[in-house]
């Protein structure tokens, strides 16, 4: 379990055992003089419209079901009695769009729902950490240009970022954008989508200078980097003397002595220790001055309450709170607000 403190000289973080699970129904104490000034008054107008777009949510599956299930037969028996491959493969490609279409359709009203929380309470949620902190849905994240700096980051078709975070802790400027990054694979019957990354992408500034570039790729074995042997040709593969990092990360640097001046002793070991925190892959990024971490994660997690539930937005609140811990833990396990030089 995680503890949050306030002091005056900034945000900090007790660990204790273990990650506490997300509460729905008691708010951190340290939050609660926040959240009923800024975000409870808002409950009950976020109630009724809740209401509303569930009764147009439910509306559009009845509609939806009443008009599909008389097509959906006449195109199955069509389909079963036409001897024309072809013709086949159109009416069932037809019906799946048709499908897709609907479920789309019907979702429209919870998406305006959920977009309208994330637009008017998530702002006020970070307005907590500080002035410096903003929150927005959508991402304006240049990730060409980072994907392009950092080099860690997949090769994807199609990328979707949002719940862009931005602000500054005890002398740190941070970013943190969702991203969930695809790839189309194969071809003709054996063409498909496949996702490469799904997580978290987490920007720091560094108080430490340096020119070069350093990557902490995961360990694939030998095999496996040897497919990703395009580090090896740009940059030397740097040896640490921590079997336990080796075995979880490959390092790779445009300069060896610079890479060992960034991973230090106590780095490696918060950066094993995160990994074992979030129960995550992590790989990061030393360049320009600044630390990317790449945090894969198997769930949303900036994930809202069920539109079928009454409005209480403790949840979503404790959500919020307990991942910006994490963000929170990163900084003081890595000690980026320590200005030190090569």
């Given at each position: 379990m995680f503890r949050l403190n306030l002091s005056s000289s900034g945000i900090s973080?007790?660990?204790?055992?273990?990650r506490a699970k997300v509460s729905s129904n008691t708010i951190n104490k340290v939050f609660e003089v926040?959240?009923?000034?800024?975000?409870?008054?808002?409950?009950?107008?976020?109630?009724?419209?809740?209401?509303?777009?569930?009764r147009r949510y439910n509306f559009r599956i009845f509609i939806s079901v009443i008009i599909a299930l008389p097509i959906l037969f006449i195109a199955m028996n069509y389909i079963m009695g036409s001897n024309s491959e072809k013709e086949q493969e159109v009416i069932s490609g037809i019906m799946?769009?048709?499908?897709?279409?609907?479920?789309?359709?019907?979702?429209?009203?919870?998406?305006?729902?959920?977009?309208?929380?994330?637009?008017?309470?998530?702002?006020?949620?970070?307005?907590?950490?500080?002035k410096s902190f903003s929150y927005s849905e959508k991402s304006n994240l240049?990730?060409?240009?980072?994907?392009?700096?950092?080099?860690?980051i997949p090769s994807y078709d199609n990328a979707k970022c949002e719940d862009h975070v931005t602000g500054r802790v005890g002398g740190v400027d941070l970013e943190l954008v969702?991203?969930?990054?695809?790839?189309?694979?194969?071809?003709?019957?054996?063409?498909?989508?496949?996702?490469?990354f799904k997580g978290l992408f987490i920007l720091f500034s560094m108080n430490k200078d340096f020119s070069g570039k350093t990557l902490v790729k995961k360990d694939w074995g030998k095999i496996g980097n040897f497919f990703v042997g395009k580090?090896?040709?740009?940059?030397?593969?740097?040896?640490?003397?921590?079997?336990?990092?080796?075995?979880?990360?490959?390092?790779?640097?445009?300069d060896q002595v610079e890479a060992r001046y960034l991973l230090t002793t106590s780095f490696m070991e918060r950066l094993k220790g995160l990994s074992d925190l979030l129960a995550a892959?992590?790989?990061?990024?030393?360049?320009?001055?600044?630390?990317?971490?790449?945090v894969n994660a198997k769930k949303n997690l900036f994930e809202l309450s069920s539109i079928r539930r009454p409005?209480?937005?403790?949840?979503?609140?404790?959500?919020?709170?307990?991942?910006m811990k994490i963000v929170m833990q990163i900084i003081k396990e890595l000690k980026l607000d320590q200005r030190t030089g090569l």
């Open positions: 973080l007790t660990r204790k055992v273990k926040h959240y009923n000034t800024y975000i409870k008054p808002k409950e009950v107008s976020f109630e009724e419209r809740r209401k509303v777009a569930l799946i769009l048709a499908i897709i279409g609907a479920y789309y359709w019907c979702r429209r009203p919870v998406k305006r729902y959920n977009s309208k929380i994330k637009s008017e309470i998530f702002p006020e949620i970070f307005k907590f950490f500080g240049d990730l060409g240009q980072l994907s392009s700096d950092s080099e860690i969702e991203a969930w990054l695809t790839e189309r694979r194969g071809s003709g019957k054996n063409r498909r989508t496949v996702t490469v580090f090896s040709r740009k940059y030397s593969n740097v040896k640490l003397e921590d079997p336990e990092f080796e075995k979880q990360f490959e390092i790779y640097a445009s892959s992590i790989q990061a990024s030393f360049f320009d001055n600044k630390l990317m971490i790449m409005v209480n937005f403790i949840r979503d609140v404790n959500m919020v709170l307990e991942e």
